[in-house]
């Protein structure tokens, strides 16, 4: 059965460029053009995921991110023409699974909504993740056995909590996450910003191919941290 994408967006033009291509690629689609139709019917019918945008005519959509927040664990992609980086570490830390920003190619947003839902389905079935191979920079790093290989060759041993806080970067590279963004994913108990730098600090220091050569984790002054490389991902 294929699954019903919602679109939150009153721009009708992009809503039906992304409509387009979500239904060439098999997907279900509903649009609404303000954020309390999309509300009206949420309890109702959730749909697989829900594409927000943040400018609506009916109010600012944080706030509507937060209430579908409060109503339903629909996966949210915001879809954000603002290019202030603050917009799109809100909505992460409000819940948002991932953001996109305009102007898009639409079939980015269909990878977006692809991986978003491989991920959301995983975390809800309680089934292993479907185990993949990134590539960066010259490393490997196998998300099943969460074993990473550096340029030349060596194994190098992870903590469980340094492979998922890995992973994470991986699965959102050259794009700024916030440490509570982190914090969640690597799956920590303790939730204070320390912690996440201890970590990183460990990660880049394992990550460290040359000496002198500018790291592959950036600090990003007040936002948070950035992944440096383009990620390949492949089947294991
Ligand atoms: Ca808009």
Redesign the pocket.
Known sequence: MSKTIAIV???RPIAEMIARTLEEHGFRTKSYSSGGAFLATLRQEAPSLCLL????PDGDGMNLLRRIREQADTPVIILS?RQHPSDRIVGLELGADDYVIKPFDPREVVARVRSVLRRFEGESSGEAPVAAVARFAGWRFDAGSMTLTSPQGADVELSAAEARLLQAFLEAPQRVLTRDFLLTKAGSEESFDRAIDVRISRLRKKLQADEGKKGLIRTVYGAGYLFASTVEWTPS
């Open positions: 967006e009153d721009e945008d943040l400018g609506l023409a």
